[in-house]
Each structure stands twice: as C-alpha cells, then as structure tokens.
C-alpha cells in the first residue's frame, strides 16, 4: 500500500517535470511552417511565420529549428523583434542559401540579406552553414547577416558562413559574444569584412577563423569595449580599427583589445585607418600576443586613409587632421612580414600626431629574407626590444 502511493507520487512527479520541460522549451521547426528545404523553392514565407511564431511565444526559451540535411532558399529577410521572451534560440543545422539568380533580388532592399532587428537574449547557434552561393551575390548585396539592436547577442559554432561574399554586420549593439566561428570569402572579392562592428559595445570575438577579401574584422566609430582573441585571419586585410573621420566625421573608438592572433598572408595585421578632415579619436587599443606569417604590413597607423576613389584621391583640400590616436599598444608579435615595412606609423603633425603609442617584444624578419624597416612620422612613444629597430623613428 505503501509502495503504491509513492509509485504514484513519483509519476506525478515525473509528469510534472515533463510539463514543466514542455512549458520551459518550445520548438518552432521552420519544417511545421511549410518550409521545403530543397534548395529550390523559396522558404522565405515559411521561416518568417515560423520566426513570428517563436518571437510570439511567452514560453521560456522558444527555439526556431533548422534541421540538418537541408538547403533552405531565402530571399532577404527580416526577423524582427522584440520578442515576447527574454531570450530566444536560433538553431541552425541546415544550410541557408542565397538565391543565385540575380533576378531574384529584384524589388528587395539589396543591402542585407538576412537581418535580425530589436531582438534581444537571441542566441545562433549550430554546426549550420549560410551559403551566399556565387559572385552574383556579392556583386548584388551588401550583407550576409545583419544584427541591429540586438543586445544580449550569442553566436557560435557556424563552421561555414557563406562560401561567397559574407559579411557579419554589428550595429547598435550591446554585450555580443562571438565564437566558433568559420568565415570565408574569395580574397578578390571587394570590401567583403569578415565582421563588421558598428556604434557596439562589449563585444567578445573569439575561436574564429576568417578568410576574406577585406578586413577580417573592422571596428568602426562607436565601438567601444571590444576584445578579439584566439582567431586566425589571411587571407584578407587584417584586424583594422575605422576607418574613422571619413568627410569629416566625428567619430570615436576606444577599449579594444586583440589577443592571441594570427595572421596569414594579410595585406596587413595590426591596422588603425583614419582620414584627413576628420574628428574624434581613437584611444586605448592594443594588440597582443600577435604571430605572422608573411603578413604584408604587419603594423599600421594612418593617419592619411583614403580608399582611393577618385574624388577622395584627388581631394588635396582637406589638411586638418583632428582625429586623435593615443595610447595603442603592440605587444608580443613574432613572425614574418612580406615586404620590408614590418612597422609604419604614418602620422600627421596637424593635430599632434599619433601619441602614447608602445611597442614591447615585437621581432619581425622578413618572409623573403631580405631586411624589414619602421617608418614612421609624427609618432610618439616608447619601446622595449623591438626589431626592426624604432630607435630612429619613435619621437618620445
Ligand atoms: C580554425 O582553424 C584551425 C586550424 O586549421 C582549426 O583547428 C579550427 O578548428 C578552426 N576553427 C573553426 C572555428 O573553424
Ligand atoms: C575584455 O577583456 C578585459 C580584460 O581581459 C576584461 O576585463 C573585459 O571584461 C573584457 N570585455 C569583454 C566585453 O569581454
Ligand atoms: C573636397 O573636400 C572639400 C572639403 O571637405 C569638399 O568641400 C569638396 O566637396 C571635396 N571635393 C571632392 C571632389 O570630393
Ligand atoms: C622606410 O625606412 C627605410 C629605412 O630607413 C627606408 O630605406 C625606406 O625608404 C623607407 N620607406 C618609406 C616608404 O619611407
């Protein structure tokens, strides 16, 4: 009698957690929402019901499922928020496509192709893969995936983020985890940054591997609180903060830390950009723990960035330079550089030059064996055994 009254108590119990579970984790299979998964028709109907469904439920954690084995077609989209939970997942397992006709873009916003807005506690996660398929795509769009105010942000573990143009976009964001992550481009694809950080704020990149035609990653005015460890880049342009101050902008970024880097064959590593007739400033940024293998221009300061479009080349009108560098720090780079200019400080007297910068335990040779210079102009700081020598180039 005894026995049976709690064989009964321990089923309720189990029922109960069962219903608890239940409550706690919802699950929206884009499958449930029509999608097809065949890579031909197009899903976008299906994921944007199946993302209104998630992001409308109460429950705990809703999770919209895309399950593996399957290519899921999608024309740009938009997941919208805010969501009715504090947090909401993203499993993705299968692939994600982009249409590889040009004519499918048409009447689309061609800027971005997939776009979470207002979403905060959202966490992408899976072994998935977001495929742009092909140069149409990254001669027709701006973006591949696209965060905007999203705060309380996770993302990791997408091995294979788009195999074409790609492109990670951060903007107006705040606390952002980034891990995992597997990103790749064909080096002569034009201003495809690897990941792209805009107006955000602690952000954590980490564990990630991005090859690219442009900056693996790019930091831009109003970041703030940004560290970056553990990832390889090469090939593409490095690591690079702005560029800042273009047609006169004021703009700022300051607290971002690089740790534990590699960089392969990049046009550059260690990379600040600003432009001439700017404002602001860019402060407290170091680079740390850096090894390089054939990188081109392994450290970078201008002061005089253009990118070289005609207007902005031959614009000889602007000569202030108000956008402030100061207290950057290299520390700890070993490796190789593939043309002599291993360090280049290219700074402008106008606004003081660049200041407090510090260079400790950085040995750079060349790849090809021949000699690797420091040029520097206007840059003041200090240094501790650093080769090539900076003896002649640092103005304390
Ligand atoms: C990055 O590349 C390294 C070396 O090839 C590899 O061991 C690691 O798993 C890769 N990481 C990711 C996230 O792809
Ligand atoms: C960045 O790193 C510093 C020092 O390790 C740490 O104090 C800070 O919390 C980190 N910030 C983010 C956003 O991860
Ligand atoms: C050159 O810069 C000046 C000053 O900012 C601006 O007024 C002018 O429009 C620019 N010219 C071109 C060709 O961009
Ligand atoms: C850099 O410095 C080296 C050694 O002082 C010099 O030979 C070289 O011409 C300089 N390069 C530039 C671009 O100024």
């Not at 891990?179 to 990630?208: C, V």
Request: some cysteine.
């Amino acid at each position: 009698m005894v026995a049976t009254v709690d064989t009964f108590m321990i089923l309720q119990l189990v029922l109960c957690i069962a219903i608890v579970q239940v409550a706690q984790a919802q699950d929206f299979n884009v499958l449930n929402y029509g999608a097809r998964g065949d890579g031909i028709t197009d899903d976008s109907k299906a994921f944007s019901n199946a993302w209104k469904a998630a992001c409308g439920s109460a429950s705990g954690s809703p999770t919209l499922q895309i399950p593996q084995g399957m290519k899921f077609l999608l024309k740009p989209i938009t997941f919208k928020g805010p969501c009715k939970s504090s947090t909401i997942h993203v499993q993705l397992f299968g692939s994600i496509i982009a249409p590889s006709n040009p004519s499918a873009w048409a009447g689309f916003d061609r800027s971005k192709w997939l776009m979470f807005e207002y979403v905060n506690g959202l966490i992408l996660d899976g072994n998935g893969r977001i495929d742009g398929q092909g140069s149409a795509w990254w001669q027709l769009c701006g973006k591949a995936l696209v965060f905007h105010a999203t705060n309380n942000l996770k993302v990791d573990g997408l091995t294979h983020l788009n195999s074409q143009r790609n492109h990670i976009s951060i903007n107006g964001a705040d606390t952002v985890v980034l891990s995992n992550l597997h990103i790749s481009a064909p080096e002569e694809s034009h201003n495809t940054d690897g990941i792209d950080i805009s107006n955000s704020k602690n952000i954590q990149i980490s564990h990630s591997n991005i090859s690219t035609g442009d900056d693996c990653v790019a930091i831009n005015g109003g970041s703030s609180f940004i560290n970056i460890s553990d990832m390889t880049c090469g090939p593409g342009h490095g690591i690079s903060v702005g560029s800042l101050g273009k047609a006169g902008a004021f703009e700022t970024v300051e607290d971002v830390h690089v740790q534990h880097c590699t960089f392969i064959g990049t046009t550059n590593g260690a990379r600040i950009k600003t432009w001439q007739g700017g404002s602001g400033y860019a402060r407290r940024i170091s680079f740390k723990d850096i090894t390089l293998v054939a990188a081109q221009h392994p450290i970078l300061i201008s002061q005089f960035y253009t990118d070289f479009t005609e207007s902005s080349r031959l614009n000889r009108t602007i000569t202030t330079n108000d956008l402030k560098v100061s207290e950057i720090t290299f520390a700890r780079f070993h490796g190789t550089s593939a043309t002599p200019s291993a360090i280049t400080f290219q700074c402008s007297s106008q606004g003081g030059g660049c200041t407090g910068l510090r260079l400790d335990h950085i040995h750079i040779t060349s790849s090809t064996g021949g000699k690797t210079f420091a040029n520097c102009s206007s840059a003041h700081g200090s240094y501790h055994d650093v080769s090539p020598r900076v003896d002649h180039c640092l103005l304390r």
